[in-house]
């Protein structure tokens, strides 16, 4: 079922350019959903940014880059857990914390945020916003809380930790001839449910 709706994420309508270094993406099944991806390095104030997440003072999930294959991992993931809100199927308390709670390829909420969340020494941030329409405002509220250097969302596979990535996901060398990292990533965040 998740597999389909991996497939059917739209991956047109994408603002991405020398000047505005977010990423946009509109959700095919959920077309009043927006989700803008921000990455940012040399991040000095991790540990304000998660507080700040965990007393709800920021509308965003805030994701360990490091953990991140693509951009479009987290669309899956984003998809996924939009579904899951409009069905009530959510495990966790917010989109933003289910968005977090997808990515990971078991069933362990805490777990996920340990691997998937920001911790307090981190020197990266990818921050994931879900939105009805342009936002302009809430895109430059976010940035301005963060204090490191926004990047293009494409260059998180520049900041990955592929040996951990590889581990965590029980990636083979034998499935990495056959596909790619991101394939075999993608393939057990959906199936993680029925596994």
């Given at each position: 079922m998740y597999g389909s709706l991996c497939s059917r994420v739209t991956l047109e309508n994408s603002r991405q350019?020398?000047?505005?270094?977010?990423?946009?993406?509109?959700?095919?099944?959920?077309?009043?959903?927006?989700?803008?991806?921000?990455?940012?390095?040399?991040?000095?104030?991790?540990?304000e940014l998660r507080q700040s997440a965990v007393k709800g003072q920021i509308s965003g999930a805030l994701i360990n880059p490091k953990m991140l294959v693509n951009p479009f991992q987290v669309?899956?993931?984003?998809?996924?857990?939009?579904?899951?809100?409009?069905?009530?199927?959510?495990?966790?308390?917010?989109?933003?914390?289910?968005?977090?709670?997808?990515?990971?390829?078991?069933?362990?909420?805490?777990?996920?945020?340990?691997?998937?969340?920001?911790?307090d020494g981190d020197d990266s941030v990818m921050v994931v916003l879900v939105h009805s329409r342009d936002e302009s405002q809430l895109l430059s509220d976010i940035a301005a809380k963060v204090d490191g250097l926004q990047?293009?969302?494409?260059?998180?596979?520049?900041?990955?930790?592929?040996?951990?990535?590889?581990?965590?996901?029980?990636?083979?060398?034998?499935?990495?001839?056959?596909?790619?990292l991101l394939d075999a990533v993608v393939c057990r965040m959906a199936t993680k449910d029925v596994m």
């Open positions: 350019d020398t000047k505005n270094m977010h990423l946009t993406k509109q959700l095919e099944l959920f077309p009043d959903h927006r989700v803008t991806q921000m990455l940012f390095k040399d991040v000095k104030n991790a540990a669309l899956v993931a984003t998809n996924k857990s939009v579904h899951l809100q409009k069905t009530g199927k959510m495990k966790t308390r917010s989109l933003y914390s289910e968005i977090i709670f997808s990515l990971s390829p078991t069933n362990n909420i805490s777990e996920a945020f340990k691997k998937f969340g920001i911790s990047i293009p969302v494409e260059d998180v596979s520049l900041l990955s930790d592929l040996a951990k990535i590889k581990k965590l996901y029980k990636v083979t060398p034998q499935e990495e001839k056959c596909g790619t």
